[in-house]
């Protein structure tokens, strides 16, 4: 057994007793109960795992839970699908992330089971843009290197990138 120590969207767990070699996939469903997390492949293929690192300098980065164990999130601040809406003080969503409402209102969702790994990825660019603005016509490139490796199973990537593309020419201050 090992001791973890980490932050999850904003709420911090530890010191647990945690077998070390656990994914992390597996400790966020059953230890904590956040399953908006999807076990999709398990060889870290899909990315539908994917879940957000808040570094110490300020960035994010994607981190796939599926071939990940729990012991390499130690120490870590992470965000997981769960931590994107805004909710009240009992818990009840009242403002969606711009991500998830762009996803919406471009049908971007079939089954759902991509749904937060693709949000994830398009968040940690959205803030990655905000830091690092790109030119307007690099922006389908950009998407296609960010999202590219996400497997939709069914098939949903043209509006996973239609939602993307509008939302990061709509944003002001994420291209130049």
Request: aromatic share 8%.
């Amino acid at each position: 057994m090992s001791t973890l120590n980490l932050t999850i969207n904003g709420k911090q767990y530890g010191p647990l007793e945690i077998d070390p070699g656990m994914p992390m996939v597996n400790f966020l469903h059953e230890y904590l109960n956040l399953t908006g997390t999807k076990f999709g492949c398990g060889e870290g293929i899909c990315h539908a795992c994917v879940v957000i690192v808040d570094n110490d300098d300020g960035t994010s980065s994607t981190r796939r839970t599926c071939i990940a164990n729990v012991m390499l999130f130690n120490n870590l601040n992470i965000r997981t699908i769960e931590g994107h809406a805004t909710k009240n003080n009992v818990g009840e969503i009242i403002a969606l992330h711009p991500v998830q409402d762009a996803f919406i209102k471009n049908f971007a969702f079939q089954c759902g089971w991509c749904a937060p790994g693709f949000t994830n990825e398009t968040v940690a660019l959205i803030e990655k843009l905000k830091q690092k603005p790109i030119a307007k016509d690099q922006v389908e490139r950009v998407i296609e290197d960010t999202l590219g490796e996400h497997v939709c199973r069914c098939t949903g990537y043209v509006r996973y990138f239609k939602a993307a593309k509008n939302l990061i020419l709509a944003t002001k201050g994420l291209t130049i």
